[in-house]
């Protein structure tokens, strides 16, 4: 008999399990597959890797622009991908390793809920069956690939197959201009492929702030990428797809189909009709504690089917395990950031201007070029990028940060603390950067105020 029982060893799966033997409670994870779930092994960290190496080789092809003279630049894709299995290999072993020194019993099968009787859960996983007090749902999710006529007769990738690469395409059709599709296109065009990106809506990266992703597009589209925003693909052919676009089609020509159209939860396969979890928008439905609507089974992660980030997904890990022990945490998701690990770099937290607008707060909005922040104008010579806040004109509270500019990702954590502790305009004011540092953006913006 097991305290907690979890079903997938990705960022919920793992993390959930490790804060709980760390507190003492026998846990069972049943993981089918490769410990670290498609973050480590099919995301976050594969793509990072090689989004890395697409980095320096940038910087290598304009380093002339700094004074520095390098002749024959050339991508080396056998050992950016032999490298990238490197990493994704070390780190997969750093998580085996937590496992075994939290006393965490790692089942390397396919497991399947049978039933909850008397709040006790039973596992089948390979032969054996398995009980367990408390059950933790965390299978992830999986690519969501749309129904286009003649994509099921040719050959396509998702961001699996496409990180299994032997070679570097001559040319590369995104259909998808998300996250995924657009941090796939920043590393192919940087090694020599011929990008087009199909996107429906009428900016690349829904969802974030129009005024970044529009800097982004002008950036990619001065690299010599195609995007075809409004545009639809209603047809797939060998070497060809076929879209529509202001009401006409028009044929694209292409070595390889990256298919990046959004994810969806994995409650297929697993047993969940033996259990009566509610759903809600594809995913398992939780409350702010993790909760399902079954006393002792939880969800975490992407298989919620909402914030489908992994460092979302250890977070309602670590707060679905807090419940179980006692001392209970509210899951928040107003101050998560979201990371596009292109070149460059884009960041952002708490809500944009227009969605704050939609939610009729009456807000305050600056912005300054990343230019003002000396550091920044001393390791990028021409592109500009930007840094927006969002501020409540009541109370002067900041709402929503978001950049645009290298190295975005590692100031973002800041404004996450900011908005999460509720500091004021004045508050942050108050506050020290180093000087120089790129950080310093955001002083220089909220002193607008």
Do not use: W
């Not at 969501?144 to 040319?171: A, Q």
């Not at 044929?251 to 759903?279: A, F, H, M, Q």
């Amino acid at each position: 008999m097991y305290d907690i029982g979890i079903i997938g060893g990705g960022p919920a799966g793992y993390v959930a399990a490790e804060k709980a033997g760390k507190n003492k409670l026998s846990v069972a994870l049943f993981e089918s597959k490769t410990m670290g779930g498609v973050c480590l092994n099919e995301g976050c960290i594969p793509t990072k890797t090689l989004l890395f190496s697409a980095k320096l080789l940038d910087y290598a092809k304009n380093a002339e622009k700094y004074g520095v003279n390098i002749t024959n630049v050339l991508p080396d894709f056998a050992v950016m991908m032999a490298r990238k299995d490197k990493v994704v290999k070390k780190l997969r072993a750093a998580v085996e390793l937590k496992m075994k020194n939290n006393h965490v019993d790692v089942f390397r099968s396919k497991a399947e809920i049978l039933d909850n009787k008397n709040g006790i859960v039973t596992i089948r996983a390979g032969n054996e069956q398995y009980e367990c007090r408390n059950l933790i749902i965390c299978t992830g999710s999986e690519p969501s690939v749309p129904r286009i006529k003649g994509l099921d007769k040719y050959p396509f990738l998702t961001n699996r197959e496409i990180l299994s690469l032997n070679h570097i395409p001559h040319s590369l059709a995104i259909i998808g201009g998300g996250v995924v599709g657009i941090e796939f296109a920043s590393i192919f065009s940087s090694l020599g492929t011929k990008i087009s990106i199909i996107e429906m809506t009428d900016e690349i990266l829904p969802g974030i702030d129009k005024d970044i992703s529009q800097l982004l597009r002008k950036e990619l589209l001065g690299r010599g990428i195609d995007i075809h925003l409004k545009a639809q693909v209603t047809e797939v052919k060998e070497k060809n797809i076929v879209i529509t676009k202001d009401h006409q089609e028009l044929e694209l020509k292409t070595d390889e189909i990256l298919i990046s159209t959004g994810r969806r939860p994995v409650i297929r396969g697993i047993g969940l009709e033996n259990l009566g979890v509610e759903l809600s928008n594809g995913g398992i439905k939780i409350d702010g504690l993790c909760r399902t609507n079954i006393p002792n089974v939880y969800a975490a992660g992407d298989v919620t089917g909402f914030s489908m980030l992994a460092h979302t997904a250890s977070r309602e890990g670590e707060v679905a395990v807090s419940h179980i022990l006692g001392k209970p945490q509210r899951m928040r998701y107003h101050a998560i950031p979201a990371v596009v690990y292109t070149n460059p770099e884009i960041a952002v937290v708490g809500l944009t201007e227009n969605e704050a607008t939609a939610k009729g707060l009456d807000v305050e909005v600056h912005t300054l070029p990343m230019t003002y922040s000396g550091r920044f104008v001393t390791e990028n010579d021409s592109f500009q990028g930007m840094c927006k806040i969002v501020a409540g004109k009541k109370y002067n509270e900041i709402i929503g940060v978001h950049i645009i500019g290298n190295p975005a990702s590692e100031l973002i954590f800041g404004a996450a603390i900011a908005i999460e502790a509720q500091l004021t305009v004045n508050e942050l004011k108050e506050i020290v950067f180093p000087h120089p540092t790129v950080s310093e953006i955001i002083k220089e913006v909220i002193g607008l105020y």
